[in-house]
């Protein structure tokens, strides 16, 4: 029970059933212990699923200071610094700081990473692009099928973002507090 990777999948599991009380409880233990940039993120999106904006932006505020303690001891993590810049609804820094980690790491999560900060930053088609990359890679979870579902729904790609939500919501219809919603919200817009 103290197990804190099975803490935080208890979490998650937590936040997916709509029991977000006790998902903060879970991720105020976690990040207690292991104030991971990965780890505050989640809490931050469970704190705003909540309506918690202060403590979000809190958690945030320590995320950001977690990733230049590491930077200041020569690490590089571009792409939790994008991460970071993204739930700070920073798309310009993301997309600086992700795709610098393109150049060092072309994997699948710094694709998809990459591809959502470019469609927050209004460059729908270059994020398609890098969307693509994420799933040519092999990864085809449910939060990147949302991603380049929503950019084919940006870009007026009905049926292509159609398939792609629905994919991401039998994948798992509870991949995000926030995200699944909107997925399910953009599905209806789109009669599916």
Not at 29 to 34: E, Q, Y
Not at 50 to 77: H, K, P
Request: glycine residues 6%.
């Amino acid at each position: 029970p103290s197990y804190l990777p099975l803490v935080q999948g208890r979490a998650k599991v937590y936040a997916a059933q709509g029991r977000l009380d006790r998902a903060l409880s879970d991720y105020a233990t976690v990040t207690s212990r292991i104030p991971a940039p990965a780890y505050l993120i989640e809490y931050a999106t469970v704190l705003r699923a909540a309506g918690r904006i202060a403590d979000a932006d809190a958690q945030l505020d320590l995320a950001a200071a977690a990733m230049s303690l590491f930077a200041a001891n020569g690490g590089v993590d571009d792409l939790g610094g994008a991460q970071v810049a993204i739930a700070r609804n920073r798309p310009a820094d993301a997309v600086r700081l992700a795709s610098a980690e393109w150049q060092r790491r072309p994997f699948s999560d710094v694709a998809d990473t990459l591809s959502w900060a470019l469609h927050l930053a209004g460059r729908d088609q270059e994020a398609l692009a890098y969307a693509g990359k994420a799933q040519a890679l092999g990864a085809h979870p449910a939060q990147y099928l949302f991603h380049q579902g929503a950019i084919e729904y940006a870009l007026g790609q009905r049926s292509l973002a159609a398939r792609d939500l629905r994919a991401a919501v039998a994948t798992n219809p509870h991949f995000s507090p926030v995200d699944a919603p909107e997925a399910a919200h953009l599905l209806t817009i789109l009669g599916s």
